[in-house]
Nanobody, 126 residues
């Protein structure tokens, strides 16, 4: 599975953004699509995930209530919309995908995700 993320940029605090990620190749291996983010000097952290077919979602507490993950099955695209952005949201955002494994459809651990996009920078200024 190949993943191509886009949509990052510079945003003022309080603003919003929408990231996109297009999956190609063996997309049947991408049971779940998700987003992680990594700030400078920090670990890569889970943001949100969605199952590609049924649309079941999961969110990190850090973005819950101010974000929405969605997907377009026909376009093999996953979207992440975040509003009320804060400087703490500044990070490189990575799109990821994983198969269903052991009955587990998602994971907070980046090591449990098989496929990764190249990352897109999001900078939130105060």
């Amino acid at each position: 599975v190949q993943l191509q993320a886009s949509g990052g940029g510079s945003v003022q605090a309080g603003g919003s953004l929408r990231l996109s990620c297009v999956a190609s190749g063996r997309t049947d291996n991408a049971y779940t699509l998700g987003w992680f983010r990594q700030a400078p000097g920090k670990d890569r952290l889970f943001v949100a995930a969605i199952t590609r077919v049924s649309g079941t979602t999961s969110y990190a507490d850090s973005v819950k209530g101010r974000s929405s993950i969605s997907r377009d099955v026909r376009k093999n695209t996953v979207y992440l919309y975040v509003h009320s952005l804060k400087p703490d949201d500044t990070a490189v955002y990575y799109c990821a995908a994983r198969p269903l494994r052991g009955g587990q459809w998602s994971s907070l651990d980046p090591e449990d995700w098989n496929y990764w996009g190249q990352g897109t920078q999001v900078t939130v200024s105060s």
